[in-house]
């Protein structure tokens, strides 16, 4: 398809946090890339990402997009007030608490 390869990727350095890079700007780029992102994983597409970072950066990441996906993904089969949900909800913000410590990067989104 002409069309994908015609979309530019999506470039995030996770190290950006530690070496003081992240401003206002920065914080809006990665909260569309994500939600780009998020939005290209229900919808079946694929998404050109080039995520940049330590190890332990990319890993916290990859989990952290994970449980932002199954978060969404049961609270749209079983609605907000059921228990999975709320289980799906903690691990999403264990992860999201994880991505903040190790990459100095506040998560755009709060589960």
Do not use: C, H
Request: aromatic share 10%.
């Amino acid at each position: 398809m002409q069309q994908d390869r015609d979309i530019t990727p999506i470039e995030i350095d996770l190290s950006a946090g530690k070496k003081g890079l992240v401003n206002e700007i920065w914080l809006q780029l990665f909260g569309g890339a994500i939600q780009a992102i998020i939005s290209k994983m229900f919808g079946g597409g694929a998404i050109p990402v080039k995520v940049k970072g330590s190890k332990e950066e990319i890993s916290s990441f990859a989990k952290t997009i994970g449980r932002e996906k199954r978060y969404m993904k049961a609270v749209s089969k079983y609605g907000l007030n059921d228990p999975r949900v709320y289980k799906d909800k903690f691990k999403l913000r264990k992860a999201i608490a994880n991505f903040e410590r190790t990459t100095g990067i506040k998560y755009p989104f709060k589960g």
